[in-house]
């Protein structure tokens, strides 16, 4: 479950320490859990608030999952979008892969980090696109050394195109 998750966020090294960078790791640990789990995100969602976010009593650091610097609210709603919003996206990750890579083979916590991703460029009040493509390319480091978060962020690059096509220039 999402300790798969956070395990591997140590291997990477330990995620920043800004918070929105720490509320975008949070929301990638939860929608890993959300699908490994067949929880439903509201139950997530409300299990991170409770056990992960935040500074809780006893507690310090990035151990066991936590993330002590996460802003709930973009967290969550990171989280929500991603959620209603996953069969739209899905359909975009897909098209954007490469052929030999469905989303279904992808790893499960690349595959969150692209929805995840791919939820926040499709907020029109998002920050811009090229800062969120940053961000998860970070994520993305956080929890894999190896080629996944390349693969990231092309589809991300690619998703921003279309979705946000004002912010990139054309080449006319």
Same mark, same amino acid.
């Given at each position: 479950?999402?300790?798969?998750?956070?395990?591997?966020?140590?291997?990477?090294?330990?995620?920043?320490?800004?918070?929105?960078?720490?509320?975008?790791?949070?929301?990638?640990?939860?929608?890993?859990?959300?699908?490994?789990?067949?929880?439903?995100p509201e139950a997530v969602i409300d299990q991170f608030v409770r056990h992960r976010l935040g500074d809780?009593?006893?507690?310090?650091?990035?151990?066991?999952?936590?993330?002590?610097?996460?802003?709930?609210?973009?967290?969550?709603?990171?989280?929500?979008?991603?959620?209603?919003?996953?069969?739209? $996206? *899905? =359909?975009?990750?897909?098209?954007?892969? /490469?052929? @030999?890579? +469905?989303?279904?083979?992808?790893?499960?916590?690349?595959?969150?980090?692209?929805?995840?991703?791919?939820?926040?460029?499709?907020?029109?009040?998002?920050?811009?696109?090229?800062?969120?493509?940053?961000?998860?390319?970070d994520v993305a480091h956080g929890f894999f050394a190896a080629e996944e978060p390349r693969m990231a962020?092309?589809? $991300? *690059? =690619?998703?921003?195109?279309?979705?946000? /096509?004002? @912010?990139? +220039?054309?080449?006319?």
């Amino acid at each position: 479950m999402a300790g798969q998750a956070t395990r591997r966020a140590g291997r990477g090294g330990k995620p920043a320490g800004r918070a929105r960078t720490a509320s975008r790791v949070a929301a990638v640990q939860a929608l890993f859990q959300s699908e490994q789990a067949q929880d439903s995100p509201e139950a997530v969602i409300d299990q991170f608030v409770r056990h992960r976010l935040g500074d809780l009593p006893g507690a310090s650091g990035f151990e066991e999952g936590r993330v002590p610097e996460a802003q709930v609210q973009l967290f969550a709603r990171i989280v929500r979008a991603a959620v209603a919003q996953q069969d739209t $996206l *899905d =359909r975009m990750l897909a098209e954007a892969l /490469p052929a @030999e890579w +469905p989303l279904a083979r992808i790893d499960p916590v690349l595959r969150a980090v692209m929805r995840a991703g791919a939820a926040e460029l499709a907020m029109s009040d998002g920050p811009p696109a090229k800062v969120v493509i940053n961000e998860y390319l970070d994520v993305a480091h956080g929890f894999f050394a190896a080629e996944e978060p390349r693969m990231a962020n092309g589809v $991300l *690059d =690619r998703l921003a195109r279309l979705l946000r /096509p004002g @912010e990139f +220039p054309s080449l006319a």
